[in-house]
C-alpha cells in the first residue's frame, strides 16, 4: 500500500463521547447530544474502543446488544420470537461492522438522505448508536429555530420557500460539527447549497421503493407531511401520486450522494421482491457497507494520487 493510503487509512484518536459543535448563528438551538442519558443509563455501551472488538466475542456484550436491539424493535413490535434471535446475530454484526468502519470515518458526519418516510430517523438512531455519534434530524432543528413545532404549520404560516431557507441554515451550522448522524429532511437535497454542506461529511441515500413509502405513509399518515397533505384520494394513492412526482424531480440530486442502499436490490439479493422483510437493523448493516466502500474508493483514489515517497503525483 502507498503512503497516501496509509495516512488515508490512519484511525483518528477517539475524543470523548460527546461530538464538537458550536451554537448556531441564530442561537436558537444549540449543540446537545440527545442520547447521552439515554445512553448512559442504557445496557448498549461500546465504552472501551480499545476492547471492542474482543468484547463483540464474549457473551457479556452479546446481551447487551440484544439490548440495543430491543430498543429499535420498539419500532415493529409485530416481530415474532424467531426473528428476535436471528436480529441478536444481526445486532452483533451490525456492532462488528460499525467498529470496522469507525476509524475510517475520521469524525466526519453522516447525513441520510431520501424521500419522506425512507427510514432516515430509524436508521439515523441505530447508526448513531453503533457509531456512538450524536442522532440530529434537521426537520426538527428547523422547527426549534423558527419555534414552530411542526414542519405542517411551518409551511403553512410562513412558506415552503421560508422552511427551505432555515433547513439550508441548519445544514450551514451542523457541516462545521462532526461526529453526528444527520437525517435530513426530503427535499434537502434539492438546493445545491445543501450538498455544498452535506459534502463537509458523508451523504448516504436511503433509496427505498416508491410503493414502499407509500404504505408507511399511508399507515401513519399524511398530517405532518406538509407536500403529501392536501392530496385528494385514500391515504395510499395520494402518497403514491405525490411520491411518484416529487420522485421524478429529485431522483438525479439524491444520486448525489456518496453512497446508496438501495432496499429493492438488498430484497432482490435476498431472492424476493419484498423490502418489508428487510429489518431496520439490516439497512443499517447496508448503510455501513456502502459507507465503508465509499471511504476505501476514496482512500484509494487519493493514496493513487502519491508515489511511494509519499510526494502527490500531480
Ligand atoms: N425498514 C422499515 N420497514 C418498515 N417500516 C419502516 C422501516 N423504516 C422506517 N419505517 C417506518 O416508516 C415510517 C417513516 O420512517 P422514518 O420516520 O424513519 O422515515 P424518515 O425518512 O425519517 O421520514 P421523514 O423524512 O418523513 O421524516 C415510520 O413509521 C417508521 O416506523
Ligand atoms: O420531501 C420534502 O420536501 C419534505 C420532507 C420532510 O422531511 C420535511 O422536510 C418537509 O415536509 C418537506
Redo the contacts with the bound molecule.
Keep these: 500500500m502507498e503512503v497516501g493510503a496509509v495516512l488515508d487509512l490512519q484511525p483518528c484518536s477517539w475524543v470523548g463521547s460527546e461530538a464538537k459543535g458550536r451554537r448556531s448563528s441564530g442561537g436558537s438551538w444549540r449543540f446537545q447530544d440527545p442520547y447521552r442519558e439515554e445512553r448512559r443509563s442504557s445496557m448498549v455501551r461500546f465504552c472501551n474502543r480499545r476492547d471492542n472488538r474482543a468484547s463483540v466475542r464474549s457473551g457479556h456484550v452479546e446481551l447487551k446488544v440484544s439490548c440495543c436491539y430491543k430498543k429499535h424493535q420498539d419500532?415493529?413490535s409485530q416481530r415474532s420470537t424467531e426473528t428476535y434471535h436471528k436480529s441478536i446475530d444481526e445486532a452483533l454484526l451490525l456492532k462488528s461492522k460499525s467498529e470496522e468502519v469507525l476509524p475510517y470515518l475520521n469524525e466526519r458526519c453522516i447525513y441520510?438522505v431520501?424521500?419522506?418516510?425512507?427510514?432516515?430517523?430509524?436508521?439515523?438512531k441505530i447508526l448513531s448508536e453503533v457509531l456512538r455519534y450524536s442522532f440530529f434530524?434537521s426537520?426538527k432543528l428547523v422547527e426549534q429555530t423558527v419555534g414552530i413545532s411542526s414542519v405542517a404549520q411551518i409551511f403553512k404560516q410562513y412558506s415552503e420557500a421560508f422552511f427551505r431557507d432555515n433547513e439550508s441554515e441548519v445544514l450551514k451550522d451542523l457541516s462545521s460539527m462532526s461526529r453526528l448522524v444527520v437525517?435530513t429532511?426530503?427535499g434537502a437535497v434539492i438546493r445545491p447549497i445543501n450538498w455544498k454542506f452535506m459534502k463537509h461529511g458523508i451523504s448516504v441515500w436511503?433509496d427505498v421503493p416508491l410503493e414502499?413509502l407509500a404504505r408507511?405513509?399511508a399507515?401513519?399518515g399524511t398530517d405532518?407531511?406538509p407536500l403529501l397533505h392536501y392530496e385528494p384520494g385514500d391515504p395510499y394513492s395520494k402518497a403514491l401520486a405525490k411520491l411518484t412526482s416529487l420522485f421524478e424531480e429529485r431522483g438525479e440530486a439524491y444520486a448525489n450522494a456518496d453512497a446508496r442502499v438501495s432496499?429493492g436490490e438488498m430484497a432482490a439479493k435476498k431472492g424476493h421482491g419484498d423490502?418489508?422483510t428487510?429489518?431496520?437493523t439490516?439497512?443499517a448493516f447496508e448503510a455501513l457497507l456502502q459507507i465503508e466502500n465509499y471511504v476505501m474508493d476514496n482512500a484509494y483514489a487519493s493514496s493513487s494520487r502519491y508515489n511511494f515517497t509519499g510526494a502527490r503525483r500531480d
Excluded: N, Q
Aim: aromatic content about 2%; charged content about 15%.
Design positions: 419500532h415493529f441520510l431520501g424521500m419522506m418516510g425512507s427510514g432516515k430517523t430509524t436508521i439515523g434530524d426537520d437525517a429532511g426530503g436511503l414502499a408507511r405513509i399507515a401513519v405532518s407531511r432496499l423490502v418489508s428487510l429489518t431496520p439490516d439497512i
